[in-house]
């Protein structure tokens, strides 16, 4: 059996280098704004092009413009074409579903995601040092230069995507890794309610509880960073400001944004790890967080109410990361062989429930007290937590009643 991870490394390209991976960059993204603009226009003439028509151009693009010959590989200019492919095809789809169409868009060299690569060996190969730890690329047109990062599953290289941030050239590789048999784990059972007071409140077999604190990422930065954007804004409105210096300022404010994501990024992936080490299964509930920090603005016809206080609620909550937390979850605890049950939040409704004696009472988002006619009496989270804990061990315990009967074969997960 065998899975595909994603590994990240940073590039570190010589200035020659560098020149020619911004040379590259914006070659791509001339040809995706060519070929957007190219179906536009067929499309207005009753004509329709398919991605096999823009790759046949390649050959004459190749020919008829200065410095593709040597610089872009074929692998990369049909990554592009295929990525505009499919941001059509998930236009029709939404159209066809009534939601939000999304139109393809003109791309900035600033707001081009980058390309990629088919296969490993053509157009780009890596070299990765013992153990996975950092190593070296060689890129067609760019030349081999240094990368370094942490491999957590090495593999065999499969593919690989280039993109470009605030922070530098980064290398996306996927790569095929064995999932060799592993004992299953003994450690203990946890329900686990994610929060914004706690980011993470945890409910163990043995009735304890443990609370994995909220690091606020944002907020340690957010004062300056308002007003950093402020000074710059008003400079450039100003014209105290202009031209490449207003650049420079708007990239260096962009880095610090990206240090924040990068700090949160890093919390959440060591907080995954570590409960997937330590525990034989985690239970805990469906999040729906585009619903959760919907806007409360309303209509001219209907206007909200509160409406600067649910906007702070939802930079709180996107801040914590949850869905990409869950997903480190679901991934890593599929790795370690150990059970990650989502539990279905509207019909067991874990905040509204007696952990004890199962009654549902509902309770508004400022009463952080669980109290119950039974005797329970328990934090709002460290309820929930117990509640989601003990659906858990009721599942796996159906799971492993089904599949020793042999009606499911292997293991269910949510």
């Not at 010589?14 to 704004?33: I, T």
């Not at 064995?178 to 059972?189: D, F, M, S």
């Not at 980011?199 to 043995?206: K, Y």
Request: proline share 3%; charged share 30%; net charge positive.
């Amino acid at each position: 059996m065998s899975a595909t991870r994603s590994l990240s490394f940073k590039l570190y390209p010589s200035k020659s280098q560098a020149e020619a991976l911004w040379r590259k960059h914006v070659m791509l993204k001339d040809l995706w704004n060519a070929a957007l603009e190219e179906r536009i226009g067929a499309w207005r003439k009753g004509v329709r092009i398919r991605r096999s028509d823009q790759e046949k151009a390649l050959k004459h693009i190749r020919q008829d413009v200065e410095g593709w010959r040597g610089l872009i590989h074929t692998h990369e200019a049909q990554i592009v074409l295929k990525r505009l492919d499919l941001a059509f095809d998930g236009f029709f789809r939404r159209v066809k579903a009534g939601q939000t169409p999304g139109f393809p868009r003109f791309r900035s060299a600033d707001r081009f995601r980058g390309w990629g690569y088919k296969e490993h060996g053509n157009g780009f190969k890596v070299e990765m040092r013992d153990g996975g730890r950092h190593g070296f690329v060689k890129l067609f047109g760019i030349g081999r230069m240094r990368m370094r990062g942490i491999a957590r599953t090495p593999g065999s290289v499969l593919k690989a995507d280039v993109t470009y941030s605030t922070r530098g050239w980064y290398l996306n590789v996927v790569v095929e890794t064995g999932c060799a048999e592993r004992a299953r784990p003994t450690g203990g059972a946890i329900g686990l309610d994610w929060g914004l007071s706690e980011f993470a409140t945890i409910a163990h077999e043995d009735g304890s509880f443990e609370a994995l604190a909220n690091p606020r990422h944002l907020d340690a930065e957010a004062d300056d960073l308002r007003a950093e954007q402020r000074r710059l804004s008003a400079a450039a409105r100003a014209r105290k400001i202009t031209g490449r210096a207003l650049v420079r300022h708007r990239k260096a404010l962009a880095r610090r944004h990206a240090k924040v994501a990068a700090r949160r990024k890093d919390f959440l992936h060591k907080a995954s790890a570590t409960l997937v080490a330590r525990h034989r299964m985690i239970a805990t509930e469906e999040l729906n967080i585009r619903n959760m920090t919907r806007s409360a603005r309303g209509s001219v016809e209907m206007p909200g109410r509160n409406v600067a206080q649910k906007a702070g609620l939802n930079r709180a909550i996107l801040d914590t990361g949850p869905s990409a937390f869950l997903n480190m979850l679901r991934y890593k605890a599929e790795e370690a062989g150990i059970e990650f049950l989502e539990a279905p939040t509207r019909s067991l409704k874990p905040s509204q429930r007696c952990p004890d004696c199962g009654v549902l009472r509902k309770k508004t988002l400022s009463e952080r007290q669980h109290s119950c006619s039974c005797g329970c009496s328990l934090g709002r989270d460290e309820a929930a937590a117990r509640v989601m804990l003990q659906w858990g061990l009721d599942e796996l315990h159906r799971l492993e009643t089904i599949n020793t009967a042999g009606t499911v074969v292997g293991w269910a997960h949510a």
